[in-house]
């Protein structure tokens, strides 16, 4: 090294750096609740996080349409989009956002670790299925542990009900837990349509629709086999404390009154709601009718099938909390009715 | 880099400094465990980890990887080197379409890697020799042009051929530059396959360390995630001191060559 530093001041430097890293890190946990609860004026900014995808078609029409902004005068609603239900609860715990949307089993993960976050309500009930190109692969039996299966990733919903299956058919949940492929759904669908290496990829709408429009798929599980029943795709969830007092509530009473008018909207197929969507879902008016006519495809607050799969994960080894309750987990218990 | 006495205890006075911030900052800020587990938590889930063969598994399976891109770099590194060797307008064009590829990290490549090679191991292990075989050959074709011209006389006076003087000559007077290279490739391939593994990998039978991290991640598990980090460091350390190090000690430093 033709530049020496003096050792003492090296070794400074290095306890320096480390400090001001320490001193970052736990800074963003301070944040937890950025809106302390102060005064009875409104909340400054509320933050919400959604996925992609045409379960979160109402908080899509909620957005573009400013419905929350119009009933939270004083209120900056800031929409931010994340790839997977893991980065809604990196950032919760960092203290960077307020609500997020998602499915049950990445919220009931995080609830079991001690998060103490809350579903708020529901979003949407959806056509899972698991579809494949392959055409001698007719039912889960005739995947043969060399075969490739694609979903978003272990721990969401797709993997619990593929797990759900795979117990009532063969008694082992984990029976294809060592040929699973972690693929975003885009990359999941040009993987498995391209014949690049995936026999089955366990698809939500809208890829669920194109993946089945295509020449030689078929379904061989869909969800709701899966799961023996209806269930809630994606729920909202409240993050840790948010909710507590009365100006968080007003901003999820009014997320509520929001979501209910876009759902409203859309189920009347409101031209301009409808031609907003297929713009951003990237398909034809038409194309878009389509799916939207898809009967398993239904918007609503009710939540279903929470419990069920409390009992399932349990069961299954995900979940090892033995005090979570049903009631617990919700905000209020009227989404579960 | 020698490892002395005294560089070992600055290294654990390092370490202890961390492990102090860290507690200390824990505690003053009152962090929940999700967010910074306690380095006990870390140390007990990195035990549990190796205790069950889990972590090692995984080690052996991203190495097998690395070892297999690394090899195939290498020897179409050295190809292309022999070829650009034969021509002028052979190395040009290389060099130009290096000078393109080589800043472009192999995990921008992802998409189209799955669209041609699939979503298998083959796909991971083109990423890690795209991201091998160009600094490989930057420095192979530096290497071979900075053997002295003198050494070029000497063999022809010694009546060499030209194999005999590429494996006799020049290829120990390269060995620094081979070395710089392989470094850079060894730096490089670790951390694509790691990206790589992180965003598409198998469960259990078929994951690297990447994928170690990725389960726990969604897990939440976020003591097991810092143990997955900690053992990423350590190996990538431990192959850049002991292992590089001890090739550097019985090649260039015993020859005199290093600088």
């Known amino acids: 090294m033709p530049f020496k530093i003096p050792n003492r001041l090296r070794t400074g430097g290095v306890f320096v750096l480390s400090l001001v890293i320490a001193l970052t890190l736990t800074d963003c946990s301070r944040r937890e609740s950025p809106n302390a609860p102060s005064a009875d004026a409104p909340l400054s900014t509320v933050r919400i996080a959604e996925q992609f995808g045409l379960a979160y078609a109402p908080l899509a029409v909620v957005r573009s349409r400013g419905l929350l902004e119009a009933r939270l005068p004083g209120t900056e609603v800031e929409w931010i989009q994340l790839g997977n239900a893991s980065a809604i609860r990196e950032a919760m715990l960092a203290g960077r956002l307020d609500i997020g949307f998602m499915g049950i089993p990445p919220f009931l993960i995080g609830a079991d670790k001690g998060m103490r976050w809350r579903v708020f309500t529901g979003l949407s009930r959806a056509p899972l299925a698991l579809i494949t190109t392959d055409p001698a692969v007719r039912s889960l039996a005739d995947l043969t542990p060399e075969h490739r299966i694609a979903l978003p990733q272990p721990g969401s919903i797709q993997h619990i009900l593929l797990s759900m299956a795979s117990q009532r058919e063969f008694g082992d949940p984990n029976r294809f837990d060592n040929q699973l492929l972690t693929l975003a759904h885009p990359d999941a669908m040009t993987a498995l349509l391209s014949g690049a290496g995936v026999t089955a990829h366990f698809a939500s709408p809208p890829y669920v629709y194109e993946e089945l429009a295509a020449d030689g798929t078929q379904s061989i599980l869909s969800g709701r086999e899966a799961f023996g029943g209806l269930f809630t795709f994606i729920v909202g969830v409240a993050s840790p404390d948010f909710g507590d007092d009365t100006r968080g509530r007003a901003v999820l009473q009014a997320l509520g009154v929001s979501l209910a008018e876009a759902m409203a909207l859309i189920q009347q197929r409101d031209s301009t709601v409808v031609a907003e969507l297929a713009g951003q879902y990237g398909v034809p008016v038409g194309t878009l009718q389509i799916y939207l006519d898809n009967p398993e495809l239904i918007y609503t607050s009710r939540i279903e099938g929470l419990g069920r799969f409390l009992e399932v994960m349990t069961e299954f080894g995900y979940l090892t909390n033995q005090g979570l309750r049903l009631e617990n987990l919700v905000l209020s218990e009227e989404v579960l009715r | ?259």
């Open chain 2, 1 to 259: 880099m020698k490892t002395t006495p005294r560089s070992f205890l600055r290294f654990a006075l390092v370490l202890l400094a961390i492990v102090i911030l860290w507690e200390g900052g824990r505690a003053v800020f009152n962090v929940s465990p999700l967010v910074m587990p306690g380095v006990l938590s870390v140390l007990s889930s990195l035990g549990t980890a190796l205790a069950s063969g889990e972590i090692l598994h995984q080690l052996a399976f991203s190495f097998s990887l690395i070892g297999m891109g690394i090899g195939i770099g290498a020897g179409l590194a050295v190809l292309a080197l022999i070829i650009g060797a034969q021509s002028r307008v052979a190395a040009e064009v290389m060099g130009t379409v290096a000078s393109l590829f080589h800043p472009l990290p192999g995990i921008a490549l992802l998409p189209v890697v799955i669209l041609w090679f699939g979503v298998g191991k083959m796909a991971i292990v083109v990423i890690i020799v795209h991201s091998v075989f160009w600094p490989l050959l930057t420095n192979l074709q530096a290497g071979y042009r900075s053997v002295s011209p003198t050494y070029h006389l000497v063999g022809r006076n010694l009546e060499m051929s030209p194999t005999s003087f590429a494996v006799r000559i020049a290829a120990p007077a390269t060995v620094p530059y081979i070395l710089a290279g392989l470094r850079i490739a060894w730096a490089r391939s670790w951390r694509a396959l790691i990206s790589a593994e992180m965003i598409f990998g198998a469960v259990a039978a078929h994951g690297g360390i990447g994928w170690f991290l990725h389960t726990r991640r969604v897990f939440m598990d976020t003591a097991g995630l810092f143990a997955g980090i900690l053992v990423v460091m350590l190996v990538g350390s431990l192959v850049e001191r002991v292992v590089f190090g001890f090739v550097e000690r019985s090649t260039i430093d015993r020859w005199g060559m290093n600088g």
